[in-house]
């Protein structure tokens, strides 16, 4: 490896859709990549990397104590730590109405708490060396949130972009750099079973909802205009940035929502500025 492919990368959930490509294109480059996933086997296979560049961990992301060996186990086999994907969650379709407190619960627990464990474990160490990239991966859905059947979902991706954006600033003075990854749709298996799970007590009533639901498991499953594999090239490029942005939208149609919840949000504040700006004490 070259001095510039020495990077040491961290990738939580491996083993399908956008880290299993980000970690094939990273190994093919010549990175040295500890990849995660909750099954090491299938993570292996899947990778298909059998080199000392390879690092396969099954690890629970929900249980901080295995977050901290998985970070460990990583410096201690490559020596060092650079950058840091936390790429693990999954899908959840449901009105907010239908949505149990367990399912929200638990996807919170994976979406947002598994990266906040990742985080934990990793800053110490990146502090240390006073470099690094995180590099948090969120969705359109935690920008642009008016998606019928999607609230909890978009609330654990609102979630990942706002401790995010306090935590680049709170890294920045470690010359450690922090990237929201917002990706629109891609032809992974994010919509698949595997990958998403559908509320259990559906109300009739949601008819919004359940077309939401048709639209994304039956329509756009194997038919999203993203290349999974240009998006892992981007996310690689990204981390060779000497000024990264904060936020990074992958596709035609992330870029169109992001411009569309600003262009109404923008509209909204001007035309309400009068009430917004009468609630402070008369002088």
């Not at 642009?144 to 706002?162: H, L, Q, R």
Request: charged letters at 20%; aromatic letters at 8%; one cysteine or more.
């Amino acid at each position: 490896m070259d001095t510039a492919t020495k990077k040491v990368w961290f990738v939580t959930g491996a083993s399908k859709g956008l880290g299993l490509v980000l970690a094939q294109k990273l190994l093919q480059q010549g990175y040295a990549v500890a990849a995660t996933s909750r099954n090491q086997r299938e993570l292996a296979d899947a990778v298909g990397n059998t080199t000392a560049s390879f690092l396969p961990l099954a690890v629970n992301l929900t249980d901080e104590n295995s977050v901290r060996q998985a970070i460990d186990t990583t410096i201690r086999t490559f020596g060092g730590l650079d950058v840091v994907v936390n790429n693990a969650g999954y899908g959840l379709s449901g009105s907010v109405e239908e949505l149990t407190d367990r399912e929200a619960r638990d996807n919170f627990e994976v979406n947002v708490f598994g990266s906040l464990n990742v985080v934990r474990q990793a800053m110490p160490f990146l502090r240390q060396q006073n470099s690094g990239h995180i590099l948090n991966i969120s969705s359109i859905g935690g920008f642009f949130g008016s998606f019928p059947g999607w609230g909890i979902y978009c609330a654990t991706k609102f979630a990942v972009e706002g401790f995010s954006e306090s935590l680049a600033t709170e890294a920045k003075a470690f010359g450690i750099h922090v990237t929201i990854v917002e990706p629109g749709y891609f032809r992974t298996n994010f919509l698949t079973a595997g990958s998403m799970s559908v509320s259990q007590n559906q109300i009739d009533a949601y008819k919004e909802v359940r077309e939401s639901q048709h639209l994304h498991q039956h329509v756009l499953n194997g038919n999203q205009q993203g290349d999974p594999e240009k998006a892992a090239l981007a996310m690689i490029q990204i981390t060779t940035e000497p000024n990264p942005p904060v936020h990074l939208f992958l596709g035609q149609d992330a870029y169109d929502m992001a411009n569309a919840k600003i262009s109404a949000v923008q509209e909204e504040l001007e035309r309400w500025k009068e009430l917004t700006v009468s609630t402070g004490f008369d002088a």
